[in-house]
């Protein structure tokens, strides 16, 4: 919840100045990814609409993704590694494609 808070109010008001954005895989959902600290909440979907907002309403210049770290009692489980793989995949495709779009619309 808090983070979706954040997230909201800060893109709520366009602002001039590029924005850096760091995304941290551990607010995400079990279901979406692995983390070694505490798991969060939030659908890799919401947290994609929340990226997306920020991209409509501020210049987005740069941003790092976080957390990646499926590593249990030294052991790495295969399908972890695979779910985190998959959502890396989505996140970097999709931020991608946002970051050329918008500086070909700059």
Known sequence: RLARSCCIGTVQA??????YLSIDKDILREEDASANWDQGKIS???LLA???SCFEKQTI????????????EGNWEASEVEKNNKTNLILLET?????K??????
């Open 44 to 46: 890799l979907e919401e």
């Open 14 to 19: 366009e602002n001039s100045i590029p924005v």
């Open 50 to 52: 929340l990226v997306k």
């Open 61 to 72: 210049a740069g941003e790092d993704i976080c957390g990646e770290n499926a590593k249990k």
């Open 101 to 106: 779009e918008q500086e070909v619309n700059r």
């Open 95 to 99: 931020i991608g494609q946002w970051m």
